[in-house]
């Protein structure tokens, strides 16, 4: 009954060692990855079964005669265990023979919760749920390619844009298979297109003026960005039709760098602490065609955002938020849900400018998150340039520009045999 191990390159391989060798019911016992590949320790099914049965005999031992109701000595007088009297019942005679003190219970072996045992048992159903996902995923993939190999591929490509598996899914679910691979592409190019919301010229939020707040994590752009948006309503309106207002008083040097910005349009920045003191600026700015608020970048995270909301919690204020488009889907989602106000896929949902395109080398991740929460674009950033480096969105040369941006091979490349697990878990992965 001694375990066997077998080693391979890949968990597929190993796993049919297994079948081959100790059959279709083997138990998979541990898994564990060397520096040549994977191993897999197994036992074959009658294996196991006798090995419970050997746990299970070790573990209850023959019981006494006392115990099992075994025949007494001649002899001995007959004792019988004493019970407490019930309360509503009389009270019983005590027998003649006193019966010994009751002893305390022989020690028992502990259970493998308390023993150590549950940890590395929980360890290796995490083991096992890691093969067999694997292996799913190999399955699933292995059937696309089969079934429907042209939408395999347009998923495969969808995640080496840096789309996400869950999207990636949806749209390969809508694709008709009795395309050609040029109108596959052409087809996957437009419905990327359709499901940008991008805000058309003309009613953009300088065209259409109002308070704006713009709002963001640290780094993400917002001072540039509002001194952009305020040069352009400055040269089309003129600068006594705007008003910039700041609530960033953590930052060393936060006014002065968008004092810089304001005196050369020839406007004042006055600085906001609290939500009477907005209350009293806004109305005070009633005849501004463009009122422009810099806020303080905090993390998605960080507990001051509550403070922050409550500043800017005036009906007057719209929020324009600002996403990284460097940053990880998983991160713009936190951000989105953070500062997104009303959020996915509702009517009203705050608008977004996308910040840092030119630092970024696949836009997929950040289009994702607009597409999944339905979200508007507002402005695209690409550059430090006041105020050229600003410019609106156009949904297929944003869909465009994603699919063709394929990463060279690099450290973060997987290969084709490794995207069925990054499809399976829920990753966007670059693709060899």
Partial sequence: ????????????????????????????????????????????????????????????????????????????????????????????????????????????PRPAAESGAWPRLLSEVAGLRRLLEEQLGDLAWSDIMRRRPLAGRVQRDLLASGYSATLSREVVRRMSDDLTPAQARSWLGGVLTRNLRCTADGDDPVSRGGVYALVGPTGVGKTTTVAKLAARCAVRYGASKLALYTTDSYRVGAHDQLRIYARILGVPVQPIADADALAQALAGASGKHLVLIDTVGLSQRDRRLADQARILDDPRVSKLVLLNATAQGETLDEVVAAYGGTGAAEPGASPVVLTKLDEAARIGPVLDVVIRRRL????????????????????????????????QPGPYTLADDELPLAATLGLGVAHA
């Fill in 376 to 407: 508007a674009i507002a402005y695209l950033t690409h550059g430090q340039r006041v105020p050229e480096d600003l410019s609106l969105p156009r949904p297929d040369v944003l869909a465009d520009r994603s699919l063709r941006a394929a990463p």
């Fill in 1 to 108: 009954m001694k375990p066997r191990k077998f080693t391979g390159t890949r968990s597929r391989d190993v796993l049919e060692q297994v079948r081959n060798e100790l059959g279709p019911d083997a138990m998979i016992v541990s898994n564990r990855a060397t520096a040549d590949g994977i191993e897999v320790t197994a036992l074959a099914v009658g294996e196991v079964e006798a090995l419970l049965e050997a746990a299970g005999a070790s573990s209850h031992p023959a019981a006494s005669p006392a115990a099992s109701g075994g025949a007494q000595r001649a002899g001995e007088p007959t004792v019988r265990a004493w019970r407490p009297p019930s309360v509503d019942a009389p009270a019983q005679t005590v027998p003649d023979v006193q019966a010994k003190p009751p002893e305390p219970p022989a020690a028992r």
